[in-house]
């Protein structure tokens, strides 16, 4: 996602260029039709979620999305027949969990999470599709946002089925399990800049095939989350750390706390964590009691917690 006039987003979601925008109780819409494939800048701004001077464009109203948490968020008005697109956007952003009645049971659970929670409000965790998310997570290894952005946004150019094109910026969807597990990409992404990175994304992808087939990332949604996890730590690149995000951010584990360096200082410094201190790296012993302690803190969704 890129904002690409104040306040509005764009990018690329279940396959469909989106532009999004919130005011205070609503989160304004459009999506891009695949053949839109020149929309141009005033047009787009337009229909981009203003609500003013709608004149019939394809806007999209979503009433009470993300403001008043102390409600539940199911009041809709729509401008069209968009029931498809409203439902995508109630998934992603996961609008069936109340975020108002967590922040308070993290509250009054932890006094350092209430003295933050009035300064990161509103913070949701995205439901993310599982194959973008781990193929994009597999590019974090050593690398900074930048880097790892540039990255993706490469890997769908060169990978990807084009979707449209708004003012100058062409727009990609993220590659499938099939694009990615073919013998000519490692050499295709070396050529990119992704280093060692390259190998691990063709041969994840081509594991996953051979070994599971097209079903089986989406599949261990249903399964406990230590089992997911264990599951995607037999992919190559793919650690801990990243199989915690991936369990979290596209396979519905609230428990998983993906756990670094930071989140051990963290630990330390506002938690009085004391175990492992004589460590100077995390063990897998390690990296499971500091996550137990935080499910023990912030309950079932200690995942979401720690992302505030």
Request: contains cysteine; hydrophobic residues 35%.
């Amino acid at each position: 996602w890129r904002e690409t006039t104040e306040g509005h987003w764009t990018g690329v979601m279940g396959g469909r260029v989106w532009t999004l925008t919130q005011t205070d109780d609503t989160l304004w819409y459009h999506v891009y039709k695949n053949q839109d494939r020149q929309v141009e800048e005033s047009d787009r701004k337009r229909r981009a979620g203003v609500p003013l001077q709608m004149e019939n464009k394809p806007e999209r109203r979503f009433k009470g999305a993300l403001k008043k948490e102390e409600e539940e968020p199911v009041a809709v008005t729509l401008v069209q027949d968009t029931e498809e697109e409203e439902e995508m956007l109630r998934d992603y952003f996961q609008l069936n969990v109340k975020l108002g009645d967590l922040y308070k049971e993290w509250g009054a659970a932890d006094p350092h999470f209430k003295h933050i929670a009035d300064i990161f409000t509103g913070v949701r965790m995205l439901r993310q599709d599982p194959t973008e998310c781990l193929f994009s997570l597999i590019c974090t290894s050593n690398n900074n946002i930048s880097r790892i952005q540039g990255m993706v946004e490469r890997l769908c150019q060169a990978l990807g089925a084009p979707l449209c094109q708004l003012d100058q910026t062409s727009y990609y969807n993220f590659p499938s399990l099939s694009a990615l597990a073919d013998n000519s990409v490692e050499a295709c992404l070396r050529d990119l800049g992704f280093g060692y990175r390259a190998r691990f994304l063709q041969q994840s992808a081509k594991q996953i095939l051979d070994t599971h087939g097209l079903q089986w990332l989406e599949g261990l949604r249903s399964v406990p989350y230590l089992q997911a996890r264990d599951a995607l730590r037999t992919l190559p690149g793919v650690g801990t750390k990243v199989a915690d995000c991936v369990c979290l951010m596209s396979l519905d584990k609230a428990e998983a706390v993906p756990i670094d360096t930071h989140v051990w200082q963290i630990a330390k410094r506002d938690y009085n964590y004391a175990s492992g201190s004589g460590q100077k790296s995390i063990t897998d012993k390690l990296h499971r009691d500091i996550g137990d302690f935080f499910r023990k803190l912030w309950g079932p969704y200690a995942g979401w917690a720690q992302s505030v």
